[in-house]
């Protein structure tokens, strides 16, 4: 069954519901075509990039669908931007297949925008701007925080042997479930294969996990750049993304592991992630 009503609440930001799930919207968009793959039971409406994110069941099987097309709440930008930007994400996840990584399944245009499908992952988001989820993802305690951390070291050894820069991989990407204690990465959209240049200046990403060649246009970007995140990704996890010792849950070793990786200094740094994991492994296996 799909109910679709709209209305502006107090604050002066549109509401749409579809069946029982109220989510924001800048203008009312028919998701009609989200019956196809049914009930939707979760919305993801805060995406500052022009998708909006929907967790639907059919059959006992349950989806989650990106799509691209809708003036949705967080982005200022024109929707065939989002829908040309999406679109150039399918070779991506076409060519990256990892048992932690999201399983794609299927992509295509559909009402009047474009939507890609995923199997749905259970799990609760690392990422800050889930505050609640994000509270209950920190307070795992440390030896299960080492087993996502290998876990995302092993996806990021795996992505650098076919030649791809994590561009925009940050805390908000991690999740996982606390039922089967599985490591999910559901968000690889500006993953691009080398040689990659900076373009842009800023490049897309949170500032806590970009080195500095990604805010330096014509800067080259590869490997080294990824044990640069890695190391802020250990950052996020033992040391509450404060780069301190005071602040960081493991031994000095580890720490120091962390700190070379993060240096503003490529040639300071691991010059590939399997250097940084070997180094790694010698103090915290």
Known sequence: ??????????????????????????????????????????????????????????????????FAGAKTAEYDGEPCDAVSRLKATVPIYENLRHKNLIE???????????????????????????????RRFMSLSNDTKLKVFADILDFMKYISEQNFVAIDFYDGSIMYDFETQKTIICDIDFFRKSPVVNDMGRMWGSSVFMSLEEFEKGAVLDEITNVYTLGAMAFALFGNYERNFENWSLNKDSYNVAVKATSDNRNNRYQSVEELIDEWNKYCI
């Not at 559909?110 to 259970?122: P, Q, R, T, V, Y």
Request: proline share 1%.
């Open 104 to 134: 794609y399944m299927d992509s295509k245009e559909i009402g009047n925008g474009f939507a890609m499908i995923f199997k749905w992952e259970d799990g609760e988001c690392m990422g800050r701007m889930y505050p609640e989820l994000h």
């Open 1 to 66: 069954m799909y109910y679709r009503t709209a209305e502006i609440d107090l604050r002066g930001i549109m509401i749409q519901k579809i069946d029982a799930i109220e989510f924001k919207m800048k203008e009312e968009f028919d998701f009609g075509f989200l019956c196809e793959y049914g009930r939707i039971f979760k919305v993801f409406d805060d995406q500052d990039s022009g998708n909006i994110c929907f967790g639907t069941e059919k059959g006992g099987r349950r989806y989650f669908i990106k």
